[in-house]
């Protein structure tokens, strides 16, 4: 998961792509960068970090330009702690592109390879956006043939890009002295809509609340498969680039990655977690009889909008019992599994006559690899509770995601292998309520009856690209694996 944003305008957008990237930061606090282009040339600044702490005055007078782009990254593929792997991306030929990715391409060993033995492309590390600059220059490069690049070029570069590439990509990419183009995969996993200002200014982004909240009004989301192509001037032209488009977003975005008050797909976030908290509660109900309940309290943020309703269906009081500290990141995002621990406790403190001497249902969003709950449970039992239920708003998830959310292994995911019985003793709760998997679904499609699904695979096992096999699984593990212990042994190297 990551967020990117692009801007066209008659003015510099250097500003504009700052405040978008804080719009997003939700979406990636490991690294942030911008690149903008003036008079054919390119301007970047990237680096690991927050964008607050990225960017300051002299690197922001250091991006001139009226069109740019930019990127807040969470590292899924390559190296979480690699300066090189901040985006955006840059390569000098064909014209010179800069390239950021939101998604995680499935077959990236397969591409890279190929780039090597037969696109003669070098790669300089293991992400998977440097992949997938790669092919769409040497798209480029092949439909222009060394003549001037059209729109019809873009656009069959495009095409040439959806034939090679399996996964999830949304992107955005500058095209040195051309303009900006944006596409998103077939499937539409990752989000990506666009809108303009009454002043001209031309935006893309992961989330329409970036759009909103620089002046933009959302005009639509880029269809699967589609390619947005935005002159200097800020025309637009558009073509479906996919032979068999299928919207079917990522179900996680409306569960917990999306901000509640961005529109994705038609389907607003904020109703969609309140449908899960109408949906939640008749599981609550057939679990735990409400006249045992004293209270609910939400798990800050995500989880706010569907404990609410579920209170208000089941006619219990909703309040707040945790203080959250602002300054820490989201634990669930956090590279690392001693980092996650280690940041729930300073992210969270309850307020203890919120819990003392009552019987508590916590609403969560989710419960992915289980530590946050287990600490969380622990810390409302000290807080004094008398019996404490945990209620989740998504399903168990049980499957590995591979399209750009940080659950790659199974033996990370605190469901896989086991009954609900079974986490509800690891967790230490009194009793644990999940969310129905076809229910969640019905809930938050409801919400827009046109499209045809979700991707759903962390939950029910299904990959909606159709490419994904106990092979790939088992490589992405191991993969996973190999960096983390290098990255330990980095970090032994610099201790000593």
Do not use: W
Request: glycine share 8%; net charge neutral; proline share 5%.
């Amino acid at each position: 998961m990551c967020g990117i944003a692009g801007a066209v305008h008659s003015a510099p957008v250097n500003q504009i792509l700052y405040d978008a990237l804080l719009l997003l930061q939700h979406r990636g606090q490991d690294a942030a960068g911008i690149a903008t282009q003036h008079e054919r040339r390119f301007f970047m600044h990237k680096a690991r970090g927050m964008v607050r702490d990225v960017f300051r005055t002299r690197n922001m007078r250091a991006l001139p330009g009226n069109m740019g782009l930019g990127q807040v990254r969470y590292p899924t593929a390559g190296n979480a702690y690699s300066e090189e792997e901040a985006q955006p991306f840059y390569t000098s030929a064909p014209f010179g592109i800069v390239l950021v990715h939101n998604g995680n391409l499935t077959n990236a060993p397969a591409l890279k390879a190929e780039l090597f033995s037969t696109d003669h492309r070098h790669t300089n590390t293991s992400s998977d956006s440097e992949v997938l600059l790669g092919v769409l220059a040497h798209e480029l490069e092949r439909v222009s043939r060394g003549h001037t690049l059209t729109q019809e070029d873009v656009f069959a570069a495009v095409r040439g890009v959806h034939q090679r590439v399996r996964g999830s990509y949304a992107v955005i990419a500058m095209i040195a002295g051309h303009g900006l183009l944006a596409f998103r995969d077939p499937h539409g996993i990752r989000p990506l809509c666009m809108g303009r200002s009454a002043d001209g200014l031309t935006m893309v982004a992961s989330e329409s609340v970036v759009l909103e909240g620089l002046g933009c009004t959302l005009e639509r989301d880029l269809e699967p498969g589609e390619a947005v192509f935005i002159g200097a001037s800020g025309e637009r032209s558009a073509m479906q680039c996919a032979q068999q488009p299928r919207c079917m977003p990522c179900i996680f975005e409306y569960v917990y990655l999306a901000r509640p008050d961005s529109v994705m797909n038609g389907i607003s976030v904020y109703q969609a977690r309140i449908a899960l908290g109408e949906a939640l509660a008749r599981r609550v109900v057939s679990t735990v009889p409400p006249t045992q309940i004293d209270v609910v309290i939400p798990v800050p943020e995500t989880s706010r909008p569907s404990a609410a309703r579920l209170a208000q269906l089941l006619g219990l009081p909703c309040r707040e019992g945790f203080v959250k500290n602002r300054y820490v990141g989201r634990t669930f995002i956090m590279p690392g599994q001693a980092v996650r621990k280690k940041s729930v406790r300073q992210k969270l403190s309850p307020i203890a006559s919120e819990f003392a001497g009552k019987n508590v249902l916590l609403v969560d969003d989710s419960i992915v690899r289980g530590t946050t709950s287990r600490e969380i449970v622990q810390m409302v039992r000290d807080a004094g509770a008398s019996k404490v239920f945990l209620a989740s708003a998504a399903p168990p998830v049980r499957f590995p995601n591979v399209y750009g959310i940080d659950m790659p292994t199974r033996e990370e995911l605190v469901a896989h292998g086991r009954s609900t019985e079974e986490i509800c003793q690891l967790i230490g709760c009194d009793a644990l309520i999940y969310q129905d998997v076809e229910a969640m679904k019905q809930a938050i499609g409801q919400l827009n009856a046109a499209l045809p699904g979700f991707d759903a695979s962390c939950f029910d096992g299904i990959y909606v690209t159709g490419d994904i096999t106990e092979e790939t699984l088992a490589r992405m593990q191991q993969e996973r694996r190999a960096a983390e212990v290098a990255q330990a042994a980095k970090q032994e190297d610099a201790d000593a």
